[in-house]
């Protein structure tokens, strides 16, 4: 059964820091993989999409690894903003089904 | 115009009523999907339909039951509502069943009281 783990469970930086989100999965059978960012009494917001066969992905400040080989993916965010402020989520798919699996998220504060 | 729709966004009730959330995407997917967020902000798949077909049927109590009267839209009606069914339910779409990118509604949170 396929876990997804994110670390730091919440993180807080202050404006203009890069910084780091962790994904890790126990299944590297993955068929692509999933960054999300949750704003409080929203719904989720796609933010890039890695296919297995991608090491990364880019959109704007956002840059997205994969490496399925260890089961890790990076989400990193340049020159954070306070705007950045929200729950990031990563989900995977899996290589046959379609059940997506998600982390329980990093709640990231970024003060002005 | 918004994406993936859904109504209500909000719905208070009493335990052991019936209620219905509606669903609607205009991007021309084919799939949509139900999914549950707990308390604790864990979202877990619940429905998928492909082509208005049960694709994934998650281990989920009767008194759910989805329907899909086009590929554009997927409701979901709940029976005998429970405290248990308090949570925040989102409706997504994606175009390939199992492959292609996820977008989701803005959720419709319940609280059974």
């Known amino acids: 059964k396929q876990e997804v783990t994110q670390i730091p469970a919440a993180l807080s930086v202050p404006e203009g820091e890069n910084l780091v989100l962790n994904c890790s999965f126990t299944d590297s059978a993955i068929y692509n993989l999933q960054w999300f960012r949750q704003d409080p009494g929203k719904g989720l917001t796609s933010l890039l999409l890695?296919?297995?066969?991608?090491r990364e992905q880019t959109s704007g400040r956002l840059n997205a690894s994969l490496d399925k080989s260890s089961g890790r993916s990076t989400l990193y965010i340049a020159a954070s903003q306070p705007g950045d402020s929200a729950t990031y989520l990563c989900?995977?798919?899996?290589?046959?089904?379609?059940?997506?699996?998600f982390g329980e998220g990093t709640q990231l504060t970024v003060n002005p | 115009d918004t994406a993936v729709s859904q109504t209500p966004k909000y719905l208070v009730t009493q335990m052991g009523n019936d209620k219905s959330i509606k669903c609607e995407q205009n991007?021309?997917?084919?799939?949509m999907y139900w999914y549950k967020q707990d308390s604790k902000k864990f979202l877990k798949i619940m429905f998928s339909y492909n082509n208005k077909e049960l694709i994934i049927n998650e281990t989920v109590p009767n008194r759910f039951s989805p329907k899909s009267p086009d590929k554009a839209h997927l409701n979901l009606h709940i029976n005998s509502l429970e405290l248990g069914d308090s949570a925040v339910y989102f409706c997504?779409?994606?175009?390939?069943f199992g492959t292609g990118e996820l977008f989701f509604g803005e959720g419709s949170r319940l609280t059974v009281l």
């Open positions: 989900a995977v798919r899996p290589s046959s089904g379609s059940r997506l699996t």
């Open positions: 890695i296919q297995s066969s991608q």
């Open positions: 997504a779409s994606s175009q390939g």
């Open positions: 991007l021309g997917h084919d799939t």
